[in-house]
């Protein structure tokens, strides 16, 4: 049974930030239908529009859905159904979209995995998964070429980054990285792209599979609230409601307008927002499989994208740019950034950059997280306020509870975040116990998502956000939030970015220990002692760092956030020293 349909007893939701919506936005009806026939509605009203964009070759709706026919047929044809689960394993390439909306019309699963995952990561996934066929970008085929025996794997379907460019970047590419790539062996277990789809004229039967849109359709992995990795089971539903959403709050965007996807596919930032959204609504995404922040304004150029998303450290790249001195930015029309916090400092430099660029484009902030398909709140135009993460989505809801007691708490009090939308989560994958603890029934009848994120809400509805629950730190009695502590250290001229993490003391339980990134041309004990005294004059005691460590830079995750687990385990010796 789902857990849409065990609600009771269910009572009204207070939503101070209805008035930002029209009735209609918030009463959203969600079709019966599946991810692939919303996009092939797109389609069918703009077949000529472009649907993706990769190395500057354009491919429009027509063609685009019917790769996806061919790829479905072709699954169809490796005896793949309706509930299989399929792993795909690559970056931003076409035929990671033609794999997912090609595996979605066949009502099958895809299971979507980092291709920088480690040989042992991968291995575990696929077993935990039970995925018998695998698509994967053919250069890390030395990941599985130990192991894939010990799986259950049948066939593995190998792409490569170069079969959907264009005939003089085909050429150039494998001239320059070709010869670097491992041949696997000419089995009947491997199939290259090209093989793959040839499979399709194999198929005669018309493919008429049944299903709607609380059909589970892709696997995200997650750390969960409790941090251990896990495997996300998302319904069709989630993206259809995500589309219409994203809809109704940007809306400036229109069709044949494009997405920029630097937030890779095995994200559900980057896989929602990014990619499924704008086909869903006519736009296009321009996919990005390997990004270099140090020509990030290069690629602004190329593409002119209307929309971009991503972490704020993207954002702070492009500002710091500076290949091409007369950059004019008037085809954006929103910035988001998510993921991580965005501090005013950074705000107020990114905005003064678009500004400079002949942009009217202002940064802003959404939150959300795997369990609930990525995006749960979102500000945009003006319903915006500086420092926080906007509005819940229309048809989402947000409230900020006391996590011992799961009683709502006022406005402007800090709680955690937990959320209540029909993009929730079916759950995890075989794994009932991390379910339920995340998913809880409350005495309003409705499901609520239990984040483990802080913040607090206030009077308008506006959701702020102020990090991990694992991050807050306790000392001496007092709650400590490392986002406060950071924002007030990268005020200070000197400095370009930092970090808090928690430590043990053992008297006052922890203190915050600041890792931080000096700019270009400050360096040397005086400044380091000026640091120290500014956060004595600009916060309290309690909050002032017991440590001060400085990094030329910080180490990053796969996603390109701070990882903060590497920062605890850190030895706290200046890189200058």
Request: hydrophobic share 40%; net charge positive; aromatic share 10%.
């Amino acid at each position: 049974m789902s857990i849409f349909d065990i609600f009771r007893r269910k009572k009204e939701i207070p939503a101070p930030w209805s008035k930002y919506y029209k009735e209609e936005d918030l009463n959203i009806k969600i079709s019966n239908i599946s991810m692939y026939e919303q996009v092939k509605r797109s389609g069918a009203k703009y077949p000529n529009y472009t649907a993706y964009e990769y190395f500057g070759r354009k491919t429009n709706y027509k063609t685009f859905l019917k790769e996806i026919d061919a790829a479905a047929a072709a699954f169809k044809v490796m005896g793949i159904k309706k509930g299989d689960i399929i792993t795909l394993c690559m970056p931003n390439v076409p035929e990671v979209l033609i794999s997912l909306y090609g595996l979605n019309k066949l009502g099958a699963i895809a299971n979507m995995l980092h291709p920088l995952s480690a040989e042992e990561e991968i291995k575990e996934n696929l077993l935990s998964t039970k995925s018998e066929y695998l698509v994967m970008i053919d250069m890390f085929y030395h990941k599985i070429e130990k192991n894939i025996e010990e799986t259950k794997v049948k066939k593995v379907i190998f792409v490569s980054a170069s079969d959907s460019m264009g005939i003089l970047m085909k050429i150039g590419y494998k001239l320059t990285q070709g010869r670097k790539f491992l041949k696997y062996p000419k089995k009947d277990q491997f199939l290259n792209w090209k093989q793959f789809m040839k499979l399709s004229k194999k198929s005669i039967e018309r493919i008429d599979i049944k299903f709607g849109k609380d059909t589970p359709a892709v696997i995200i992995h997650s750390g969960g609230t409790s941090g251990t990795p896990k495997n996300v089971v998302i319904q069709n539903r989630a993206f259809l409601l995500a589309a219409k959403q994203e809809q109704i709050s940007l809306k400036k965007l229109r069709p044949g307008d494009c997405c920029l996807a630097i937030m890779p596919n095995f994200h559900g930032f980057g896989l929602s927002v990014l990619m499924h959204t704008p086909l869903a609504l006519g736009c296009y995404t321009i996919l990005v499989p390997q990004f270099n922040s140090k020509k990030f304004d290069i690629l602004f150029k190329k593409t002119k994208p209307t929309c971009v998303l991503g972490v704020p450290t993207l954002f702070e790249a492009l500002s710091e740019n500076n290949n091409i001195k007369h950059l004019d930015l008037s085809f954006l029309k929103y910035a988001v950034s998510g993921g991580d916090l965005l501090n005013s400092n950074l705000e107020n430099k990114i905005n003064e950059y678009f500004k400079a660029h002949n942009s009217q484009a202002r940064i802003t902030q959404g939150y959300g997280l795997s369990e609930a398909l990525a995006a749960v709140c979102l500000a945009a135009d003006d319903v915006n306020k500086s420092g926080s993460v906007g509005i819940p989505l229309a048809g989402n809801h947000v409230k900020i509870i006391d996590p011992a007691t799961r009683e709502t708490l006022p406005y402007n009090e800090v709680g955690e975040i937990v959320i209540h939308t029909k993009a929730l989560m079916m759950g995890y994958l075989n794994n009932e116990a991390e379910t339920n603890e995340a998913l809880q029934v409350h005495k309003d009848g409705h499901v609520w998502l239990h984040t483990g994120d802080l913040g607090y809400m206030d009077e308008d509805g506006f959701v702020f956000y102020k990090g991990r629950q694992k991050r807050m730190i306790i000392s001496s009695g007092y709650n400590v939030f490392p986002s406060h502590i950071e924002e007030v250290i990268e005020a200070h001229p000197a400095v370009l970015q930092c970090t808090v993490v928690g430590i043990p003391h053992s008297y006052k339980g922890e203190v915050p220990k600041a890792f931080i990134v000096l700019k270009e041309g400050f360096h040397g004990l005086f400044i380091k002692s000026e640091i120290k005294e500014y956060c004595k004059k600009n916060m309290a005691k309690y909050m002032v760092p017991a440590e001060f460590v400085y990094r030329k830079k910080l180490p990053k995750t796969k996603l390109g956030k701070v990882d903060f687990i590497k920062l605890q385990s850190d030895i706290g010796v200046d890189d200058d020293e």
